[in-house]
C-alpha cells in the first residue's frame, strides 16, 4: 500500500525556535493536509493544501504542496508550548471516495 | 454545536468477545469514517460511509470486522471475536457534504480497545 515517510520522527525545541518537518511518497497525491493530535485526543486539522506548488499558511504555521505532488512541509514560526503534540502529514489520492493516508507523525517537544 | 461524539472511550474485552464502537457525527455531516491508530503509528484508513450505503471499505480487514451507518441512529463498527492485535485506538471522523473528498475531517476523541 501507499506509504508516507515523515521527518524527523521527534524534536526537541526551546521555546521561540522555528520549527520544520516534511513528508515525501513514493506516489502522488492530489490533497496533502496537516493534522495535529493533542494526547488523548483526536486529530484536528491544521492545513489543507490542494495545488501543487501551494503554499498556505494559518498564522505561525506554513506549509507547502511540492511540485512533483509527492512531497510536503510544514514550518512553525516562533514556537510557544502549546505546539507540543504530534504532527500528521496526510494524503489523498483523490476521487472523493477513498480516506486519507497518515505519515507515522512528528512529536514535537518544547524544552522549558 | 457538538463535535464528534464517540463512545465508549475506553472498552476492555477478553479474547473472542465482540467489541462495539459508536460514533455520532457532527450535526448536518452525512459522511463517516473510521480509522484505526496502533500506539507510535499514524491512522489507518478503515471504512468510509454514508447514510445506509458503505462508500469504500479498502481498508477494512476481510474477515471480523463490519461496519454500519444506519438512517437513524449512530455509526457502528463492529470487531467479532477480538484478538490482541485489534487492541487500538479507533477513531470516527465526519465531514459535510460540501467537503466531500477534500480530506478535511473532524475527529472524535477516540474510542481505545484492550484486548486482554
Known amino acids: 500500500g501507499q506509504q508516507l515517510n515523515q521527518s524527523p520522527q521527534s524534536m526537541f525545541i526551546q521555546e521561540g525556535e522555528d520549527v520544520s518537518m516534511n513528508c515525501t511518497s513514493s506516489s502522488i497525491f492530489n490533497t496533502w493536509l496537516w493534522y495535529k493530535q493533542d494526547p488523548g485526543e483526536g486529530p484536528v486539522l491544521l492545513i489543507a493544501l490542494y495545488k501543487a506548488g501551494e503554499l498556505t499558511s494559518n498564522g505561525r504555521l506554513t506549509a507547502q504542496f511540492g511540485i512533483t505532488r509527492k512531497d510536503s512541509f510544514l514550518n512553525i514560526s516562533a514556537s510557544i508550548p502549546s505546539d507540543v503534540g504530534i504532527y500528521f502529514c496526510?494524503?489523498?489520492?483523490?476521487?472523493?471516495?477513498?480516506?486519507?493516508?497518515f505519515g507515522k507523525g512528528t512529536h514535537l517537544i518544547i524544552q522549558p | 454545536n457538538a463535535g464528534v461524539m464517540q463512545n465508549p472511550r475506553h472498552l476492555v474485552r477478553r479474547r473472542g468477545q465482540e467489541a462495539r464502537l459508536r460514533c455520532s457525527p457532527m450535526k448536518g455531516h452525512s459522511h463517516v469514517y473510521w480509522y484505526r491508530q496502533l500506539p507510535e503509528e499514524g491512522l489507518k484508513f478503515m471504512v468510509y460511509l454514508q447514510k445506509e450505503n458503505i462508500i469504500d471499505e479498502s481498508g477494512m480487514p476481510k474477515e471480523r470486522f463490519s461496519a454500519e451507518f444506519p438512517k437513524e441512529g449512530p455509526s457502528i463498527l463492529r470487531i467479532q471475536q477480538v484478538v490482541r492485535g485489534d487492541s487500538a485506538a479507533y477513531f470516527c471522523?465526519?465531514?459535510?457534504?460540501?467537503?466531500?473528498?477534500?480530506?478535511?475531517?473532524?475527529f472524535g476523541e477516540g474510542s481505545r480497545l484492550t484486548v486482554l
Open positions: 496526510a494524503g489523498q489520492r483523490g476521487g472523493g471516495a477513498d480516506g486519507l493516508t
Open positions: 471522523a465526519s465531514s459535510p457534504p460540501a467537503r466531500r473528498g477534500t480530506g478535511e475531517l473532524f
